[in-house]
């Protein structure tokens, strides 16, 4: 993968409006090349919405977003970016195998790859059996493998943990890991403080803006929190008396 000194994801001034909701009203944040960076908060904190931004999935009012130094959602990046929403984006009546076929087939991928993506995510033993017929464990992990054809220099995983039991957490967070050290980037959207442990950075949201941007020691240190969650609450109660106040 080529190297470069800029951050793999850039937003500067976000501006996202749905329906007539504010949902992000003005934000900006950098993703290092390389890094497991997790992005925290609780749900309709505005998680989801930022990483549609990203990828070129949400109509937005303003602002700019680029990955790799390109427009996000722009035609170069199709390759190079890979992104799991939390709805399955597979074909429910195939097999995963004839999903990863399908897929590497659209982004040039080698014949090769469908297999090695299924021993990346452990999926071997069941890749011939209709997608339709496995736990949602196997389909979270289908959906991954969807994602990783073509080895994509940056991954968007909109809260790819969240219901699993923690085996299967475990699991996929030590998958996350062994990709970011070999060079990928990874943006993890989770609403369990306490998967802020497995990340090399936090971006910590609530209500369409970042409370957070940083290692998880700094934000026990700032907070004086002994864990991220109690450290969320410390965050989210200091912003709300600054409100207050103002």
Same mark, same amino acid.
């Given at each position: 993968?080529?190297?470069?000194?800029?951050?793999?994801?850039?937003?500067?001034?976000?501006?996202?409006?749905?329906?007539?909701?504010?949902?992000?009203?003005?934000?900006?944040?950098?993703?290092?090349?390389?890094?497991?960076?997790?992005?925290?908060?609780?749900?309709?904190?505005?998680?989801?919405?930022?990483?549609?931004?990203?990828?070129?999935?949400?109509?937005?009012?303003?602002?700019?977003?680029?990955?790799?130094?390109?427009?996000?959602?722009?035609?170069?990046?199709?390759?190079?970016?890979?992104?799991?929403?939390?709805?399955?984006?597979?074909?429910?009546?195939?097999?995963?195998?004839?999903?990863?076929?399908?897929?590497?087939?659209?982004?040039?991928?080698?014949?090769?790859?469908?297999?090695?993506?299924?021993?990346?995510?452990?999926? =071997?033993?069941?890749? %011939? #059996?209709?997608?339709?017929?496995?736990? !949602? &464990?196997? $389909?979270?992990?289908?959906? /991954?493998?969807?994602?990783?054809?073509?080895?994509?220099?940056?991954?968007?995983?909109?809260?790819?943990?969240?219901?699993?039991?923690?085996?299967?957490?475990?699991?996929?967070?030590?998958?996350?890991?062994?990709?970011?050290?070999?060079?990928?980037?990874?943006?993890?959207?989770?609403?369990?403080?306490?998967? =802020?442990?497995?990340? %090399? #950075?936090?971006?910590?949201?609530?209500? !369409? &803006?970042? $409370?957070?941007?940083?290692? /998880?020691?700094?934000?026990?240190?700032?907070?004086?929190?002994?864990?991220?969650?109690?450290?969320?609450?410390?965050?989210?109660?200091?912003?709300?008396?600054?409100?207050?106040?103002?």
């Amino acid at each position: 993968m080529v190297k470069s000194n800029g951050p793999a994801i850039s937003v500067v001034g976000l501006r996202v409006i749905r329906g007539k909701n504010l949902v992000i009203p003005d934000l900006s944040l950098e993703v290092p090349r390389g890094a497991l960076v997790g992005l925290l908060g609780p749900s309709g904190s505005g998680k989801s919405t930022l990483m549609r931004s990203i990828v070129g999935a949400q109509i937005v009012a303003g602002g700019e977003v680029s990955i790799l130094g390109l427009p996000g959602g722009t035609a170069p990046l199709r390759h190079r970016v890979g992104y799991v929403t939390q709805a399955p984006s597979v074909y429910m009546d195939l097999s995963a195998r004839e999903n990863l076929r399908y897929f590497s087939s659209l982004v040039g991928a080698p014949k090769s790859d469908p297999q090695r993506v299924l021993d990346i995510v452990g999926l =071997a033993d069941c890749a %011939d #059996r209709p997608v339709n017929t496995l736990s !949602g &464990g196997q $389909l979270t992990r289908v959906s /991954l493998s969807v994602a990783l054809v073509g080895k994509p220099e940056v991954l968007i995983l909109d809260e790819p943990t969240v219901g699993l039991d923690p085996v299967l957490r475990r699991d996929l967070w030590s998958v996350f890991r062994s990709l970011a050290g070999q060079g990928a980037t990874l943006l993890v959207s989770s609403h369990v403080m306490d998967e =802020a442990t497995r990340c %090399d #950075r936090l971006l910590i949201m609530r209500g !369409g &803006g970042i $409370l957070f941007d940083g290692t /998880l020691p700094a934000l026990l240190k700032q907070t004086k929190a002994e864990d991220a969650d109690d450290a969320f609450l410390a965050l989210a109660d200091a912003a709300d008396a600054k409100e207050a106040a103002a």
